[in-house]
């Protein structure tokens, strides 16, 4: 740690391994035409003097420009997934040198139909795109595509959640089971084991609940099995698009439930329930939320909101970009499965992870 | 966000501006003897352009090696300062390429001299660092040296605190009072308002109880007093280095007091209370504790310590030392005050804070 580091130039490799720089530099570069045995006198002196190539230098020198595409679900201004965007956006701009695009597809997040057409235009975009980020929300329409990018060897990456079945370059999400049952434990500490606990969940028309929410919902079940709780669940059906529907459906179920202490939401609207329990005044019900929306972290604030568990939306997208430039331009491994951190937010630490750049 | 990025020429902004590429490179890095007309004219036409110049490049170009030095207190194997030192070394990896060395000096930490020391043989090396990260953890002294620094136009980095009167080029770490606070929410809610609490802290023998220390417990009694808390405190001191002295002291204050419900510990040492408590088979008392040492998430992961709370010593050390790789290299403003996360982990959380490779 403490020497000043000394350039080793490939006419000194050369030199040692008793061949022209040229040799040396098809096989730093594995062009081939180098006889076995060159090859291994060379890698074995690569290897005695730890030789690092410099891929910043000869990718800045290549003209191959890199188009990486992003298909993810529409971005509601202050919504999820517009931090998705942002992620993706940062890493286009900090990769900018070394030539790299980041071409983004939208799809409708309620419909399968919207993703498998997203997919097709970007694989039938000319040129070829070099790898794929995708949100993979419906398991079977996902499967067709990364069959299909396999077979054309398009590396692909996961964010938000994963197929298991598939063999993606990497995946960059939640571990979502363990973040409901940790938003269980968030909740009964300041619940009572015995109190009445409301859950909300979105009314979904095609049966298609997102892989993420039914898996924090099992976590949570999990949590409150395993610790023999005897809370009483009621449940609370929200329509996406009528507020006014949500207002009387929540009005109905406090009314017949006075007895309700807590509430928890497992998609990433914890703001619709959090502000009918402001504008009613119901303060003695504690509510856990998910995802570190602007409209979720108002919440929060002023402590509506007990506790907000996020995941890093913007560094899953972030890294998941970076993962192709790692693989292509700066030829390092990728581990492949990357749970992100289940950040607990409260009142007291939000404003330093607002505050993160990163 | 969707177009190919189009490289531009510095003879292209020539040929626009009427001048040579000579010219353009001269304002480009700002090397003089350029009319101001001129000089208006190319950067006009270098903001229209949205130009960027190409740091990288100029960056591996260029033979300059630069040196930066930090000052920490001793690696204890498993030890707060090791995982600071791990994010030294991780940023110098990184910038390998762009010849930076960091030379890491050490010093004792409860011996205020012994950090003159360290400080004393940065400033007399040759050649002199070009820049200085340092931990200061002791005000008086670090007052002197900053002013030295200053004096000589070294740009330094505080991490883990900051001397508020000073003027580093940035400052990586947590809000000490904040942490300090949130600790206590933590710990009550799990613990009843009116349980009696113990908190620990280590015999200080030059009474130089470190300045986070110190706004951890301001942080905490301020949780109590604000919220009307009937608690009662009792507190106990421990030994740096005699763990005999410690049980003893420990077994004595839990018989006297063993309405103990709760305790708290603000140095990163929660180890050595929590030790005790498991071997004690003390299962009533809640627990909290700071920072993300093995030794303390083996009692997190068995639940000795309910919550741990951690400011990721690692990134601090990573991001002070790119802080001067963006000032000197990349050329880009680096903000000043940089509070990190205060992160809350549980047993059901910590495995996705240690799997982080950031």
């Known amino acids: 740690m403490n020497s000043i580091p000394q350039k080793i130039k490939i006419k000194d490799i050369a030199e040692k391994a008793g061949v022209s720089a040229g040799t040396v530099d098809r096989v730093l570069h594995d062009r081939g035409n180098v006889s076995d045995e060159t090859k ?8 005695e003097i730890n030789y690092r190539p410099n891929h910043y230098a000869s990718a ?43 071409k983004v597809y939208h799809f409708d997040q309620y419909s399968p139909d919207s993703f498998a057409e997203a997919m097709e235009a970007v694989l039938q975009q000319t040129p070829v795109p070099d790898a794929v980020l995708l949100a993979p929300l419906y398991k079977p329409k996902t499967m067709i595509y990364t069959k299909k990018m396999e077979e054309r060897e398009i590396p692909y990456v996961f964010i938000d ?5 598939a063999n993606p370059l ?3 999400g939640q571990d979502s089971l363990q973040s409901g049952y940790l938003g269980a434990k968030l909740l009964f500490s300041q619940c009572s084991d015995t109190d009445k606990i409301a859950i909300f969940s979105f009314f979904d028309p095609g049966q298609t609940l997102s892989n993420q929410i039914a898996l924090r919902m099992d976590g949570f079940k999990s949590y409150v099995s395993k610790n023999n709780l005897s809370c009483k669940i009621v449940r609370g059906t929200l329509s996406a698009n009528d507020q006014e ?30 502000g009918f329990l402001e504008k009613y005044k119901l303060n003695h019900v504690t509510m856990i939320g998910y995802d570190l929306l602007e409209k979720n972290v108002k919440y929060l604030k002023n402590n509506t909101i007990s506790y907000l568990i996020a995941q890093r939306p913007e560094e899953q997208a972030y890294k ?4 192709f430039s790692e693989h292509f331009i700066f030829k390092k491994n990728v581990p492949q499965i990357n749970y992100m951190p289940i950040d607990i937010l409260t009142q007291e630490n939000i404003k330093f992870y607002l505050e993160q750049s990163q």
């Open 245 to 274: 529907e949500n207002v009387s459906m929540m009005k109905k179920l406090f009314k017949e439930n006075p007895d309700i202490k807590g509430a928890a939401i497992f998609s990433s609207r914890a703001y619709v329930v959090a």
């Open 60 to 102: 800045l020198a290549s003209k191959k420009v890199f188009v990486f595409c992003a298909v993810i679900p529409n971005c509601e201004p202050g919504g999820y997934w517009e931090l998705v965007e942002q992620g993706l956006l940062r890493a286009e701009q900090e990769l900018y040198d070394f030539k790299v695009v980041v």
């Open 40 to 47: 291994r006198k060379i890698q074995a002196i690569l290897n």
């Open 161 to 165: 959640s994963r197929v298991e079945e």
């Open 320 to 323: 998941g970009i970076k993962a």
């Open 170 to 172: 990497a995946f960059y």
